[in-house]
T-cell receptor, first 110, second 115 residues
């Protein structure tokens, strides 16, 4: 059974700082890994998708990496802004189902 | 990217009542997924809504409690029946953007509070 863990559970940083969010998974037989952003009480916004054959994906200030052999992914956010404050979820897709982490709650302080 | 509209965005309900959540997608999709996110928890798949056939429910979820309709390829409803405070959650509709990549898109969610 796939298990997804996100560390840290919460993170508070000053504006402008670069930061890294971590996601680990127990079963390396994955199809893809997707990072989402969730604002309080809202749905999920897709940020980046990494296919199992890929090592990283970039979009603007965001960079996601994937290391299947070690069961890890990181989401790097450059030059953080107060508008980045949200919960970031990692979702690991296997061929049968998608397993979500609980998320990392990020607060960027102006 | 797919545009997914969910209604209602939030509601406060009384114990014992039922509420139907609607999900409308701007393009035809084969599968639509319904998730539940309880406070402080990760997302849990309730069921997969298939057009023209019964929904496929995950372990721990039953049709009597969460009846689902899928009348066409762009619309689905999820009903939360005989609600109790434990049903207070965000309910989310999701569709795969691309069958090859498996990328998921989500609606804005429906936040239900049961008193």
């Amino acid at each position: 059974k796939q298990e997804v863990t996100q560390i840290p559970a919460a993170l508070s940083v000053p504006e402008g700082e670069n930061l890294v969010l971590n996601c680990s998974f127990t079963d390396s037989a994955i199809y893809n890994l997707q990072w989402f952003r969730q604002d309080p009480g809202k749905g999920l916004t897709s940020l980046l998708l990494i296919q199992s054959s890929q090592r990283e994906q970039t979009s603007g200030r965001l960079n996601a990496s994937l290391d299947k052999s070690s069961g890890r992914s990181t989401l790097y956010i450059a030059a953080s802004q107060p508008g980045d404050s949200a919960t970031y979820l990692c979702a690991v897709g296997s061929y049968q189902k998608v397993t979500f982490g609980i998320g990392t709650k990020l607060q960027v302080i102006p | 990217s797919a545009v997914i509209s969910q209604k209602p965005s939030r509601d406060i309900c009384q114990r014992g009542t039922s509420l139907t959540i609607q999900c409308q997608v701007d393009s035809q999709v084969t599968m639509m997924f319904w998730y539940r996110q309880q406070p402080g928890q990760s997302l849990t798949l309730i069921a997969t809504a298939n057009q023209g056939s019964e929904a496929t429910y995950e372990s721990g979820f039953v049709i009597d409690k969460f009846p689902i309709s899928r009348p066409n390829l762009t619309f689905s409803t999820l009903t939360v029946s005989n609600m109790s405070p434990e049903d207070s959650s965000i309910y989310l509709c999701s569709v795969p953007r691309d069958r090859n990549t498996g990328e998921l898109f989500f609606g804005e969610g429906s936040r239900l509070t049961v008193l």
